[in-house]
C-alpha cells in the first residue's frame, strides 16, 4: 500500500527501501507507518492552563511531553517567572530560589524565563533541547503581574524522540 503526498519532497528512509516526504516538492509516501512519523514529528502546540495564582506566589505542576523535545517559543499571558525542569525533585530542589541567583549545582532546569508587558513570548534562540524519562516536564511559575490571575503558558515544540 502507498500513499500520496502532494507537493512534498521524498527522501529514503534509512532502510533506503521506503520514502518519507521532506517538504518539498514529491508525492509518495510507502507505508501508513511513515505517514505517521512523518505526522508525528511535526511542530506541535502546548497549552497550559495554571489556574489563579495569586500575585507573587508560586504554582507548580507537570504536563506531559515527548520523550526528547526541542522548545522553540513561548508565549505567556502575563506577566510571569516560568522554569522548566526534567523532574519533580529538581523543581522542588530549585522552588525558594530568589530570582537573579543560580540554581543550585545539578539541578536539570530546561528554561527560566521572564515575561513581562511587551515581552509576554519570545522566539528561543537557541532552542530548548530537552529529555524527559518520565514523559512530563515539571513547571513552577511565579505571577509577577501584580494582580492575582488565571494564568497560561504555551509553547511550540518539535518532538525529537518519541
Known amino acids: 500500500m ?12 534509512i532502510s533506503g527501501n521506503e520514502k518519507i516526504p521532506t517538504g518539498g516538492r514529491g508525492n509518495l509516501v510507502t507505508t501508513p507507518d511513515q505517514l505517521a ?39 505567556t ?11 519533580a525533585a529538581a523543581r522542588d530542589a530549585d522552588l525558594n530560589r530568589p530570582q ?18 511587551g515581552l509576554l513570548g519570545a522566539v528561543l534562540s537557541p532552542v530548548v533541547d530537552g529529555f524527559t524519562t518520565q514523559g512530563e516536564l515539571y513547571y513552577s511559575v511565579q505571577n509577577k503581574s501584580l494582580v492575582d490571575q488565571a494564568m497560561t503558558m504555551t509553547f511550540t515544540y518539535l518532538p525529537t524522540e518519541i
Open 2 to 13: 502507498s500513499l500520496q503526498i502532494s507537493g512534498a519532497d521524498l527522501l529514503p528512509s
Open 37 to 75: 512519523d512523518y505526522i508525528r514529528f511535526q511542530r506541535q502546540e502546548i497549552s497550559v492552563s495554571l489556574g489563579t495564582i495569586s500575585n507573587n506566589q508560586t504554582a507548580i505542576g507537570s504536563f506531559e511531553m515527548p520523550a526528547g523535545f526541542t522548545i522553540r517559543t513561548i508565549e
Open 77 to 87: 499571558s502575563a506577566s510571569m517567572r516560568v522554569r522548566l525542569y526534567q523532574s
Open 100 to 117: 537573579g541567583t543560580d540554581r543550585p549545582q545539578g539541578v536539570a532546569l530546561f528554561l527560566e524565563f521572564y515575561s513581562v508587558i
